[in-house]
């Protein structure tokens, strides 16, 4: 997998001075502790700042594929006026070097400078650019990202580290066993129940929800969103398959949308956020999972966790290749643009689309 993702518009200030500061901030860049990748930030101006972070995973083949990765290193980097670079490779030797190598050359082809190449592996890192062994032992130099200042200070940004990909998809994993099964069972019932408030919709060819659906979905969704901001998340099947259900119309998952961004700045909110959109993705069935996994997107996205956010949308995209807002959201992630340029306002919803009255709540 290749990903790229241009620099946040205004990210935390970490001062790279040294390859050991390299090896402890790319984790914090990620979101998580790289293996078999190969990240290469992009760098521009003087002093120089981060302008793009590509990352690529490394197979075993790693030497057979090394001139296209070369190549499309450098036309990224080249896209976004990058004039520098820094590159690290997290494998053995028998798949770093030939990368760094051939992404060294392409790069200087181009006319950037690479000002650090490093492989790291074991716990250890190793320059390709020095070779003083007083600060480039042949053994390696002592990789601690976890006691490194630069690590401390992004910590203290706010920003996150897992400990690699698969505790993340292990975080994400859906539920199994008597829950998901008691879930399956509710979710015929909850599709019956809004194919009722639908047919209650006089225009069915303008509008397929209908006032009477959007009304108790806003209300169901303003109601989950304040429950978990008290640290209560929907258990029941019922209620879980309900939401799922809900949240195939726009409308409704807009309201939570929009919710999300006007949370902005409230870490506890926008964590009760990530907790609650989560807790649905992982019960719902695959069919209803598109919004919630969107949504937890933009939660993980907004609380500063990149690496959540992406791995979120890689849930989406299993079973909903093309939902609209997870691929906007993916691009927005990617073009380095603000969590909160691309979502309604709970201001703008009401305008737009407005609810009125409260239907009448039956028991969960």
């Known amino acids: 997998m290749v990903t790229e993702h241009a620099a946040e518009p205004a990210p935390p200030t970490l001062t790279i001075s040294e390859p050991r500061d390299l090896v402890a901030v790319i984790p ?13 930030i992009g760098l521009r101006g003087s002093p120089a700042r981060a302008r793009l972070t590509f990352r690529c995973d490394l197979a075993e083949d790693a030497a057979g594929y090394a001139a296209d ?10 896209a976004h006026g990058c004039d520098s670079a820094l590159a690290a490779a997290y494998a053995p030797a028998v798949r770093a070097t030939p990368c760094l190598d051939a992404v060294r050359a392409g790069l200087a082809t181009s006319g950037i400078t690479v000002r650090e190449a490093l492989r790291v592996t074991g716990g250890r890192y190793w320059s390709y650019l020095c070779a003083d062994p007083d600060c480039c032992p042949g053994d390696g130099v002592p990789a601690d990202p976890v006691r ?38 509710a979710t015929p019932a909850a599709e019956q129940r809004g194919a009722e408030l639908r047919g209650r919709n006089p225009a069915p060819e303008r509008d397929p929800f209908g006032a009477a659906f959007r009304t108790e979905g806003v209300r169901v969704v303003r109601a989950a969103i304040a429950a978990a901001r008290r640290g209560a998340l ?131």
């Open 69 to 78: 990765l070369a190549g499309r290193v450098a036309g990224a980097l080249g």
């Open 148 to 185: 490194s200042p630069v690590a401390a200070a992004a910590v203290l940004s706010g920003l996150t580290a897992w400990r690699d990909r698969d505790q993340i998809r292990r975080y994400l994993a859906p539920v199994g066993g008597a829950q998901r099964e008691r879930v399956r069972q």
């Open 234 to 364: 929907p258990t029941g099947p019922r209620r879980i398959a309900w939401l799922g259900v809900l949240l195939s119309c726009v409308r409704v998952r807009d309201e939570a949308w929009a919710r999300i961004g006007s949370d902005a700045g409230d870490r506890t909110a926008g964590s009760a956020h990530v907790r609650l959109w989560r807790q649905v993705l992982r019960n719902v069935e695959p069919a209803y999972a598109a919004a919630p996994g969107s949504l937890l997107a933009v939660a993980a996205w907004h609380a500063g966790d990149r690496a959540l956010a992406e791995a979120a949308l890689d849930e989406v995209a299993r079973e909903h290749p093309e939902y609209s807002m997870a691929c906007l959201v993916r691009q927005a992630l990617r073009s380095g643009a603000p969590p909160g340029g691309y979502e309604p306002t709970p201001e703008w919803l009401e305008q737009a689309s407005p609810v009125a009255g409260t239907p009448g709540e039956r028991p969960l």
């Open 28 to 40: 914090y860049l990620l979101g998580y502790h790289p293996s078999d990748t190969l990240v290469v």
